[in-house]
């Protein structure tokens, strides 16, 4: 099974700051990689797929990039609406295995 | 637009079948663009994909290893539903379940997904 490692686990950020977020994939998966935005109570939400391509609806302020196996998530400017616990998953093989969650608080 | 609307039972003792029904407006269970996936999240193991069913001329499942002794995706083209059952379960199999699509259109990534199913497994 190809591992995900994201990083960090947790972190502290205020509206307005740029926020990063990394997954690294135990073996190259060839941009098969997709982003989502968890809030409380609520289903994972799809914000990026193929590494670098937004979902349509989704503000231009997040943005993904990276090839081989380390991808990163970032968001420009951090707005309230965004706290939230982002995952990364993998495509490129089955399992179809994610990221451990990055959560996204209010400092 | 796509919505899927799942069903089923959120309590079961240990050994007891677990079995979710996933209801999908807007697409096709048989489209042979898409993937019907099922995922489960719990705090001790995170998001973990269980296994998916897709058309492709012809039916296919694929399913995680961790759950592939106990685990049977349906489609079910008269009621364009998918099912998901999980034999013997046991605590540890206590979970929000989802259903998923996956399409080619955002290049195999879950696009659509259910509302969740807490399921919880206890004597």
């Known amino acids: 099974d190809i591992q995900m490692t994201q990083s960090p686990s947790s972190l502290s950020a205020s509206v307005g700051d740029r926020v990063t977020i990394t997954c690294r994939a135990s073996?190259?998966?060839?941009?098969?990689l997709a982003w989502y935005q968890q809030k409380p109570g609520k289903a994972p939400k799809l914000l990026v797929y193929?590494?670098?391509t937004l979902e349509g609806g989704v503000p231009s302020r997040f943005s993904g990039s990276g090839s081989g196996t380390d991808y990163t998530l970032t968001i420009s400017s951090l707005q309230p609406e965004d706290f939230a616990t982002y995952y990364c998953?993998?495509?490129?093989?089955?399992?179809?295995?994610f990221g451990q969650g990055t959560k996204v608080e209010i400092k | 637009q796509v919505q899927l609307q799942q069903s089923g039972p959120g309590l079961l003792k240990p050994s007891q079948t677990l079995s979710l029904t996933c209801a999908i407006s807007?697409?096709?269970?048989?489209?042979?663009?898409?993937?019907w996936n099922w995922i489960r999240q719990s705090p001790s193991r995170g998001l973990e994909w269980l296994g998916r069913t897709y058309y492709r001329s012809r039916s296919y499942n694929e399913y995680a290893v961790s759950v592939k002794s106990r685990i049977t995706i349906n489609p079910d083209t008269s009621k364009n539903q998918v099912s998901l059952q999980l034999n013997s379960v046991t605590p540890e199999d206590t979970a929000v379940y989802y259903c998923a699509r996956s399409s080619e259109a955002v290049i195999g990534a879950l696009d659509y997904w259910g509302q969740g199913t807490l399921v919880t497994v206890s004597s």
């Open positions: 998953q993998q495509f490129y093989s089955s399992p179809r295995t």
């Open positions: 193929a590494a670098s």
């Open positions: 073996q190259g998966i060839t941009n098969s």
């Open positions: 807007g697409d096709s269970v048989s489209s042979n663009s898409v993937s």
